[in-house]
């Protein structure tokens, strides 16, 4: 058992082998392109995780490393997606080497320095990352600069995924031109010949007389049967909107009772933030979406703390 343990915590993943496998890598953009669709798609638990794999390359990369616009802009997702409540221990560690690191880069150009910059206030929001604390006119300028770099990040989002919806019903439109494509070739292969035969035509409308005549006979026995299914097909349709209304009701519900747990974890420094981004929110306007969970966020905030019930078989609740 204790030789289960031992080999266990040996083959754990550390910062420094996790570095020194990717930096090893003579070509990185597999890795790169991996992690970029794992960041559009993970959870908060997995962004933990990812997010400290990338930290790890920044905390332990060798003298000579200069990190690419691509790594730099997957640790800013996977610290977006990090959200309120305590880190793990393993973050906590590696996030502040990662900022002791970038900060010591010779990093040449302008856009590497802004992103450089803007990686670094994202990291300034951990408290394991904060060496002092800021004053309030600092505080106000990085809530405007972190709420301008919210609405950045929803615009591409937004943005990829219309691009992909693009690209899937271009695609589309490709697969049925090819499928279209013979038929019409056929077609013009009949025009071109030019025959036309007197039996067939004949024949062809003593069959359609015949189906017509069947088809009003289908239709003749068949309007009760048109008019149930009339029936269940409205009562469908108005049963839909009631389930949809429950459903939105249930998810509003859990939204809220998230919004009001990370506001009681939240400290009063980082709730002052909070409401100061709140009331720029609410100044800027927007979509109807965002002012949605600005009315979410101010109900939070202003609910009473949540306290401990007690059953009558002295159990909490």
Known sequence: MLA???????????????????????????????????????????????????????????????????????????????????????????????QAALERMNLRGRALEQQRQGLTRRLRRFHCCRTTVPS????????????????EEEDE????KEGEEEEGQRQHEEDHGSNNQPACDTEAGCTDTGIVEVESSEADGEARDFDDHKRLCLERSSDGETEKASVAVHQAELAAPMERAKRCSREASRHLFRKINEWTNMLNREKLVCLEKLRLASKAGGSQAKLAEVVCAVAAALSPPRTLGQTRYGDYV
């Open 4 to 98: 289960m343990k031992r080999r266990r915590v040996q083959s754990l993943n550390t910062p420094e082998k996790l570095a020194q496998k990717f930096h090893s890598r003579a070509d990185k953009s597999g890795v790169l392109q991996r992690f970029a669709r794992k960041a559009r798609i993970c959870d908060k638990r997995q962004a933990r995780r990812y997010a400290f794999h990338v930290a790890s390359w920044f905390a332990c990369a060798p003298p000579y490393y200069i990190p690419g616009t691509m790594e730099m802009g997957l640790l800013q997702k996977f610290l977006s997606k990090l959200g309120s409540g305590q880190l793990p221990c393993r973050l906590l560690k590696v996030l502040p080497r990662a």
């Open 136 to 151: 309030a006119a600092e505080a106000q300028e990085e809530c405007a600069e972190e709420w301008m770099e919210e609405e």
């Open 157 to 160: 989002e937004e943005e990829e």
